[in-house]
């Protein structure tokens, strides 16, 4: 591995100032990883030519936010001199040779040396034109061949990216939709109410019947003064006999749920109230006859 020169040590430490890797600066300045590498090793050897080694040192120069003036001063004895650069020495050279010959040379001579002079200079000119463009325009080739993948790549992943979300979206607009029509195609669960309608009265007796009840639960209250209740099943097995007593135990509860038929006794209906699942049974024979026989027909419900 090539040891940093002053210039690729500079670069490198204000990369790493500014936390920056290399392939950082490549996105940003579209110049090949490799070829940072081999700016910050003086590996110029490896890259296209002067042209572009000054080129690139500019850029990388810039995007690390240094002067790129200052680096080619500082650093001129590191940085290959570009055709312009060397072009002034070479004359330098050919006008000192003239020169000598000159001196030597007699004046009959000198017109013939200076005409091929300048034909030697302009062929050198033109050769250097045509190498130049030639290595320039391979070079570019070279560079855009070795960039456009990745700007391909890149697109290529986005394209990817905006596929994969619309799919997405439309997946869920779909279950959405499947959902709503799920939804529209079950069946509304009614609960039926419970009904409690009079079947038959007469007397001091009448018959309620019981429908569309889960379960058959009766509660006898006393308002307003002391009543005396019962409460038996259709085989006269008794549930309630008690005085139900404003100031003592003013209510009963029994859960007749397993019985069909309920016979409820009132002897004060004026003060009780007979609620059957929380629903207030209303009297059919006026509450102003105290003594009243209640019988609940309880019809299950079929599954």
Do not use: C
Request: aromatic content about 6%; glycine content about 6%.
């Amino acid at each position: 591995m090539l040891q940093l020169t002053e210039l690729g040590n500079r670069l490198k430490e204000a990369r790493l100032a500014k936390g920056l890797s290399l392939d950082d600066v490549q996105s940003m300045t579209k110049i090949q990883k490799r070829y940072l590498i081999s700016i910050e090793e003086g590996n110029y050897a490896s890259m296209p030519g002067n042209f572009y080694v000054r080129a690139f040192i500019k850029q990388y120069s810039e995007a690390l936010g240094l002067n790129p003036d200052e680096i080619f001063e500082t650093y001129k004895s590191e940085i290959p001199a570009a055709y312009h650069d060397e072009l002034p020495q070479q004359l330098s050279r050919v006008k000192t040779h003239k020169t000598i010959n000159e001196g030597n040379s007699k004046i009959l001579n000198l017109l013939p040396k200076i005409l091929i002079g300048v034909f030697v200079v302009g062929l050198a000119s033109l050769i250097y034109v045509l190498v130049t463009n030639h290595a320039g325009s391979d070079s570019n080739e070279s560079l855009s061949k070795e960039n456009d993948p990745v700007k391909y790549v890149k697109s290529e992943n986005l394209e990817k990216a905006k596929e994969a979300e619309k799919k997405e979206k439309e997946k869920e607009k779909e279950e959405e939709t499947a959902k709503q029509k799920e939804e529209e195609k079950a069946p509304e669960v009614v609960t039926p109410t419970q009904e409690l309608t009079v079947v038959q009265s007469a007397g001091r007796e009448t018959t309620y019947e019981l429908k569309n009840a889960d379960k058959f639960v009766v509660k006898l209250v006393a308002k307003g003064g002391d009543a005396w209740v019962s409460v038996k099943n259709g085989k006269g097995k008794t549930f309630i006999s008690d005085t139900l007593r404003i100031n003592g135990t003013s209510s009963q509860t029994v859960d007749l749920s397993a019985e069909t038929l309920a016979n409820i006794r009132v002897g004060n209906a004026a003060n009780t109230e007979i609620y059957i699942n929380d629903q207030k049974l209303e009297y059919a024979i006026p509450a102003t006859a105290n003594v009243q026989n209640i019988k609940i027909q309880y019809v299950l419900k079929s599954e």
